[in-house]
């Protein structure tokens, strides 16, 4: 595992994290408020999958496609007049695809006390052609310490990703083999 990626000679030059790093804010209204009187999950979901899209689109330079939500983690609830600090960032890329870690924030509209935290994901995107085909993404270059940690975590994460897939597709194999069709 390494520190940081290491393109191949004549491939495409790497973008540091910051280059794409981003932030969408949004005030919680009554609209937003799900059957307990919170913010629905579904809401931040968006705005988290509105924030990780525009990272990948600005680090890869075109469209980029959600692939999967890694992982999507609730710590508190939002409530309406909370304003929401959604910080996304690429934290890894590989050919074609790109982790996307976002950080979800929430403070009161009208105090001035310090956004906390209220949840957190990890996204992958696909970056795609004007046929929908995958292309290339430039490489991902971590500027700082906590940058190169969340680039070796999302490596981790991957290869748990790929191991998973890789386990049930055999487990699939196997129980069809025994004409166990699911």
């Known amino acids: 595992m390494t520190d940081q990626p290491q393109p191949p000679e004549g491939d495409i030059p790497g973008k540091p994290t910051s280059a794409s790093r981003t932030t969408l804010s949004h005030i919680m209204t009554g609209n937003d408020t799900n059957l307990l009187g ?3 999950g579904g809401v931040i979901m968006k705005l988290v999958d509105d924030a990780a899209g525009a990272v990948a689109g600005r680090h890869s330079g075109g469209p980029a496609v959600t692939a999967s939500m890694d992982e999507m983690v609730f710590l508190e609830p939002v409530r309406v007049g909370d304003l929401v600090h959604v910080r996304a960032q690429v934290n890894w890329t590989g050919r074609s695809s790109m982790e996307v870690g976002v950080r979800v924030m929430a403070e009161r509209w009208n ?7 209220v949840g957190s994901a990890y996204l992958v995107f696909a970056a795609v052609d004007e046929d929908g085909k995958p292309r290339r993404v430039p490489p991902v270059t971590p500027e700082t310490e906590r940058d190169k940690r969340r680039y070796q975590e999302a490596q981790i994460r991957r290869t748990h990703r790929l191991a ?3 386990a049930i597709k055999e487990l699939r194999e196997q129980r069809a083999a025994k004409g166990m069709d699911d």
Do not use: G, L
């Not at 105090?111 to 906390?116: F, G």
């Open 111 to 117: 105090e001035s006390t310090p956004a906390q935290q």
């Open 164 to 166: 998973r897939r890789r």
């Open 38 to 40: 919170t913010v629905h």
